[in-house]
């Protein structure tokens, strides 16, 4: 695909960022495509019925830390996915992982994502 031909760059980018957000999170959590199939609980489970119940979180580039680690630390099984898959993550970079958790489960459908 080359850029301007049907799509302009903007939307390009996009779908390169999601792609590569999807492609990456199978590297750090378990691959939810393989998961779909059971329909037990998973890992993911509580974290998917926390925004089930209408929850939303919103998440702003300007917050500062203790808004955006307290924001990240509501959602139901979120740190408990982290913990489990990389125990030794600590601080700021446990957050990080939280998020971009959350960014890997919008691309590969199991959440919604508002931008």
């Known amino acids: 695909m080359y850029e301007g031909e049907q799509e302009g760059p903007a ?13 990456t999170f199978i590297q750090y959590f378990p691959d939810p495509s393989k998961l779909k199939r059971k329909k037990e609980h ?19 580039d300007k917050e500062n830390d203790k808004v955006y680690s307290s924001a990240l630390s509501i959602v139901d099984g979120l740190e408990e996915l982290v913990k489990k898959f990389h125990p030794d993550v600590k601080g700021t970079d446990k957050f990080v992982l939280m998020e971009f958790a959350l960014h890997g489960m919008a691309e590969h ?3 919604s994502k508002i931008n």
């Open 42 to 60: 998973t890992d993911y489970s509580s974290i998917i019925n926390w925004f089930a119940q209408n929850n939303m979180l919103d998440l702003l």
């Open 109 to 111: 459908s199991l959440l």
């Open 11 to 23: 939307i390009i980018a996009q779908n390169l960022i999601s792609l590569a957000i999807r492609n």
